[in-house]
C-alpha cells in the first residue's frame, strides 16, 4: 500500500479502524470471560479433573489444526468482511448455548466438548480473517500503530475481564457469566456490519489452482522465508508449553494452593495489565532497540518469568503477589513480541498471500496447543498438577535457544517493502555481527 496524501494522519482518524478496534475489544473482554469461565465451568459446575479440563482446551483448539491452511486460502479467494461478520453471529450462538443448557439441567462435559469445538471452528475463522483483514483498512505507515492498538485491547479486556468473570462466577455461577461472552460477539458483528469501505473482491489468478496448490503456496511463503520460519517455530515452541502451563494452572491454583474465584480473577488480571503496558510499549521499544532487539529482550523476560509461578505454596497475600508480578511480567513482554511479530510478518508478506500466511503461521502457532493441553492434562493426572506445573514452565524457557541462531534477532529495522516469499533472505535489513 502507497502513502496517500489524503489518508489519515494518524490511525485513530480513520474510522473503520476505530470500528473494528470498538467492536474487537468488546469482543475481547467478553472472550476473557469465557476464558477464566469455561474451564471453572468444568471444575467447580461439572467437578472435572485435570485431564478432562486438558481434553476440553483441546476441543477449543483442535479446530486450529483442522481449519486454518483451508480458511488462509478461504479468505484469499473473497472478501472477508461477511465471513468475519457470520462467526461471530455463530459464536453468539454457541457460547449462549452453555447456560441455556445450564438452566435447562441438561450441562454435560460432552456439551461443553462440542460447544468449545465449534466455536473453535468460527474463532480459527475470525482470526485468521481479522488479521488479513486490517491491513487493507490501514495506511501501510499505521500498520505497526493499529497492531499496537489491537494488543491494547486485548490487555484492556484482560485486564477487566478476568475480574469481571471470577465477579459473575462468584454471583451467578460459571455457566450463566458466559452470557456476557455471547453479548459481546453480537457487538462485534454489529461494529463490522457498519463499516464503509468498501472491500473489493480478489482478482481471480490468471491460471486456475487447486485447493492443494494455494495451500502449499502458503506454506512456502511461512517456510520459505527464514524471518518468518524462525519466528514461527519459536513461537510454536513456546505455545506448546505455555499450554502445558495454561491447562493445568487453574487447576493448581484452585485445588492445591486453595485459591477462590475473585481473588483467581484479579491474579490473572494481572497478567493483562502487564499486556496493557507492553502493548503501549512495544513500538517505543522497537525505535529504541531496533525490531531485533525488541523481540530478544521480551523473548528473555517471557521465557523466564513464568518460573516464578512455582515459588507460592498457599492462597496468603504474598503468594497472591508473587503469581500476579509473574503473570504481570510474562503478559508485558508477550505483548511486546506479539505486537512487533505481527507487523514484520505482515510487512514482509504480499498482500495477496496474507490470509495464506497468516493461517499457515496460526496452525504451527495453536497446532501445538492441543498437543500441549492433552500433555499437561496427561501430566497433571499422573504426577500431579505441581509436577506438571514444573514441566511446563521449564519447557517454556527452551525458546531461549533461537536466540544463538535466528536471523530475527539481528533485523535492525522493518523492511519498508513485502519480500518475495521465494527470495533466500531479506537482503539489506539484517545488521552486520
Given at each position: 500500500m502507497g502513502t496517500d496524501s489524503s489518508a489519515p494522519a494518524t490511525v485513530w482518524r480513520n474510522p473503520d479502524f476505530v470500528k473494528v478496534w470498538g467492536g474487537e475489544?468488546?469482543?475481547?473482554?467478553?472472550?476473557?470471560?469465557?476464558?477464566?469461565?469455561?474451564?471453572?465451568?468444568?471444575i467447580l459446575t461439572l467437578h472435572a479433573g485435570a485431564f478432562e479440563v486438558g481434553l476440553l482446551n483441546v476441543a477449543r483448539y483442535a479446530p486450529y489444526v483442522l481449519l486454518t491452511l483451508f480458511a488462509g486460502v478461504w479468505f484469499d479467494r473473497r472478501r472477508r468482511r461477511p465471513t468475519l461478520i457470520a462467526a461471530n453471529l455463530g459464536r453468539a450462538v454457541l457460547v449462549g448455548l452453555v447456560p441455556v443448557a445450564s438452566l435447562l439441567h441438561v450441562l454435560s462435559m460432552p456439551w461443553?466438548?462440542?460447544?468449545?469445538?465449534?466455536?473453535?471452528?468460527?474463532?480459527?475463522?475470525f482470526d485468521v480473517g481479522i488479521l488479513s483483514y486490517v491491513p487493507g483498512l490501514v495506511e501501510r505507515r499505521h500498520l505497526g500503530d493499529a497492531n499496537s492498538k489491537i494488543a491494547a485491547s486485548y490487555s484492556v479486556a484482560g485486564i477487566g475481564g478476568p475480574g469481571l468473570a471470577g465477579f459473575l462466577v462468584g454471583v451467578l455461577t460459571a455457566p450463566i457469566a458466559l452470557a456476557v461472552d455471547a453479548v459481546s460477539y453480537l457487538v462485534s458483528a454489529l461494529a463490522l456490519s457498519r463499516i464503509r469501505t468498501k472491500e473489493t473482491t480478489p482478482a481471480e489468478p490468471g491460471e486456475r489452482t487447486s485447493m492443494r496448490s494455494q495451500i502449499a503456496e502458503g506454506l512456502r511463503a511461512v517456510f520459505g522465508n527464514p524471518v518468518l520460519r524462525h519466528l514461527a517455530t519459536q513461537s510454536a515452541t513456546f505455545n506448546l508449553?505455555?499450554?502445558?502451563?495454561?491447562?493445568?494452572?487453574?487447576?493448581?491454583?484452585v485445588r492445591v494452593l486453595g485459591i477462590g474465584p475473585t481473588p483467581l480473577g484479579l491474579?490473572?488480571?494481572?497478567?493483562?495489565?502487564?499486556?496493557?503496558?507492553?502493548?503501549?510499549?512495544a513500538n517505543r521499544l522497537r525505535a529504541k532497540l531496533g525490531i531485533g532487539g525488541a523481540l530478544r529482550w521480551s523473548t528473555v523476560l517471557a521465557c523466564v518469568a513464568p518460573l516464578f509461578l512455582l515459588l507460592p505454596r498457599d492462597s496468603g497475600t504474598v503468594s497472591l503477589v508473587v503469581l500476579g508480578a509473574a503473570l504481570a511480567v510474562l503478559g508485558?513482554?508477550?505483548?511486546?513480541?506479539?505486537?512487533?511479530?505481527?507487523?514484520?510478518?505482515?510487512?514482509?508478506?504480499?498482500?495477496r498471500l496474507l490470509g495464506r500466511m497468516n493461517a499457515s503461521y496460526r496452525l504451527l502457532l495453536f497446532g501445538t496447543v492441543p498437543l500441549g493441553a492433552f500433555t499437561g492434562g496427561s501430566?497433571?493426572?499422573?504426577?500431579?498438577?505441581?509436577?506438571?506445573?514444573?514441566?511446563?514452565?521449564l519447557g517454556v524457557a527452551t525458546p531461549l535457544a533461537w536466540l544463538l541462531f535466528s536471523p530475527v534477532f539481528r533485523l535492525t529495522e522493518i523492511p519498508d517493502r513485502p519480500a518475495d516469499p521465494q527470495a533466500p533472505a531479506l537482503a539489506g535489513s539484517a545488521a552486520t555481527d
Amino acid at each position: 500500500m502507497g502513502t496517500d496524501s489524503s489518508a489519515p494522519a494518524t490511525v485513530w482518524r480513520n474510522p473503520d479502524f476505530v470500528k473494528v478496534w470498538g467492536g474487537e475489544t468488546v469482543s475481547l473482554m467478553g472472550s476473557q470471560v469465557t476464558d477464566l469461565a469455561l474451564p471453572l465451568v468444568a471444575i467447580l459446575t461439572l467437578h472435572a479433573g485435570a485431564f478432562e479440563v486438558g481434553l476440553l482446551n483441546v476441543a477449543r483448539y483442535a479446530p486450529y489444526v483442522l481449519l486454518t491452511l483451508f480458511a488462509g486460502v478461504w479468505f484469499d479467494r473473497r472478501r472477508r468482511r461477511p465471513t468475519l461478520i457470520a462467526a461471530n453471529l455463530g459464536r453468539a450462538v454457541l457460547v449462549g448455548l452453555v447456560p441455556v443448557a445450564s438452566l435447562l439441567h441438561v450441562l454435560s462435559m460432552p456439551w461443553l466438548y462440542a460447544v468449545a469445538f465449534g466455536a473453535g471452528l468460527l474463532t480459527v475463522l475470525f482470526d485468521v480473517g481479522i488479521l488479513s483483514y486490517v491491513p487493507g483498512l490501514v495506511e501501510r505507515r499505521h500498520l505497526g500503530d493499529a497492531n499496537s492498538k489491537i494488543a491494547a485491547s486485548y490487555s484492556v479486556a484482560g485486564i477487566g475481564g478476568p475480574g469481571l468473570a471470577g465477579f459473575l462466577v462468584g454471583v451467578l455461577t460459571a455457566p450463566i457469566a458466559l452470557a456476557v461472552d455471547a453479548v459481546s460477539y453480537l457487538v462485534s458483528a454489529l461494529a463490522l456490519s457498519r463499516i464503509r469501505t468498501k472491500e473489493t473482491t480478489p482478482a481471480e489468478p490468471g491460471e486456475r489452482t487447486s485447493m492443494r496448490s494455494q495451500i502449499a503456496e502458503g506454506l512456502r511463503a511461512v517456510f520459505g522465508n527464514p524471518v518468518l520460519r524462525h519466528l514461527a517455530t519459536q513461537s510454536a515452541t513456546f505455545n506448546l508449553f505455555q499450554n502445558v502451563v495454561l491447562t493445568v494452572l487453574l487447576v493448581y491454583l484452585v485445588r492445591v494452593l486453595g485459591i477462590g474465584p475473585t481473588p483467581l480473577g484479579l491474579v490473572v488480571s494481572a497478567g493483562s495489565v502487564g499486556a496493557l503496558a507492553g502493548a503501549l510499549a512495544a513500538n517505543r521499544l522497537r525505535a529504541k532497540l531496533g525490531i531485533g532487539g525488541a523481540l530478544r529482550w521480551s523473548t528473555v523476560l517471557a521465557c523466564v518469568a513464568p518460573l516464578f509461578l512455582l515459588l507460592p505454596r498457599d492462597s496468603g497475600t504474598v503468594s497472591l503477589v508473587v503469581l500476579g508480578a509473574a503473570l504481570a511480567v510474562l503478559g508485558a513482554n508477550l505483548a511486546v513480541f506479539n505486537v512487533n511479530a505481527l507487523t514484520l510478518r505482515q510487512s514482509v508478506t504480499p498482500d495477496r498471500l496474507l490470509g495464506r500466511m497468516n493461517a499457515s503461521y496460526r496452525l504451527l502457532l495453536f497446532g501445538t496447543v492441543p498437543l500441549g493441553a492433552f500433555t499437561g492434562g496427561s501430566l497433571a493426572g499422573l504426577s500431579g498438577a505441581r509436577t506438571a506445573l514444573m514441566v511446563g514452565v521449564l519447557g517454556v524457557a527452551t525458546p531461549l535457544a533461537w536466540l544463538l541462531f535466528s536471523p530475527v534477532f539481528r533485523l535492525t529495522e522493518i523492511p519498508d517493502r513485502p519480500a518475495d516469499p521465494q527470495a533466500p533472505a531479506l537482503a539489506g535489513s539484517a545488521a552486520t555481527d
